[in-house]
T-cell receptor
């Protein structure tokens, strides 16, 4: 069975500082990896995803994540954060079979609350 | 615009009552999911459905029931057998795999 561990429950940073939100997963098969963001009292929005190909994936708002198979990690980074990045971030993993199918069942980490201070 | 609609946003019930949460999507997605969110525990899968008239239990299905009579709709019933029903419930859908999930804005259920 797959599992996801987000190593930090809360990360406070100052505006324009860099940030890294850590995510490690456990799985016996190949996986797809996702980062989602949640603003208060809302649903989750996809931030970025790793399906195949380049291990470095980027979002349109400056976040990036790198898939590291040997360390089973998918850490999220941003070189300079804004106040508007304050939210809860979830790492998620979906196992895939030999045919590449995952059936969409995601296992989520516990979440990391990112708070950006002025 | 296409999306997922969950209603109501807030729901209050007395202990011992069954309650049904609505989830409707107009994205023409085949698969739909229900997750439960509790502070510090992330999201946990309750039920999912890959096709109409078929659904499977997730990790925490006890005390919940679902139906999938239409492609667009996937209602969740929280029964009186659910021991700790107060939570934030999220419905999601996906077109196929490995497409990412699209989420609704959730229903916050409070049972007293």
């Amino acid at each position: 069975a797959q599992s996801v561990t987000q190593l930090d429950s809360q990360v406070p940073v100052f505006e324009e500082a860099p940030v890294e939100l850590r995510c490690n997963y456990s799985s016996s098969v190949s996986v797809y990896l996702f980062w989602y963001v949640q603003y208060p009292n809302q649903g989750l929005q996809l931030l970025l995803k790793y399906l195949s190909g380049s291990t470095l994936v980027e979002s349109i708002n400056g976040f990036e994540a790198e898939f590291n198979k040997s360390q089973t990690s998918f850490h999220l980074r941003k070189p300079s954060v804004h106040i508007s990045d304050t939210a809860e971030y979830f790492c998620a993993v979906s196992e895939r079979d030999a045919g590449g199918t995952s059936y969409g069942k995601l296992t989520f980490g516990q979440g990391t609350i990112l708070t950006v201070h002025p | 615009d296409g999306g997922i609609t969950q209603s109501p946003k807030y729901l209050f019930r007395k202990e011992g009552q069954n309650v049904t949460l609505s989830c409707e999507q107009n994205l023409n997605h085949d698969a739909m999911y229900w997750y439960r969110q509790d502070p510090g525990q992330g999201l946990r899968l309750i039920y999912y459905s890959q096709i109409v008239n078929d659904f499977q239990k997730g990790d925490i299905a006890e005390g919940y029931s679902v139906s999938r009579e239409k492609k667009e709709s996937f209602p969740l019933t929280v029964t009186s057998a659910q021991k700790n029903p107060t939570a934030f419930y999220l419905c999601a859908s996906s077109r196929d795999t490995p497409s990412p999930l699209h989420f609704g804005n959730g229903t916050r259920l409070t049972v007293t």
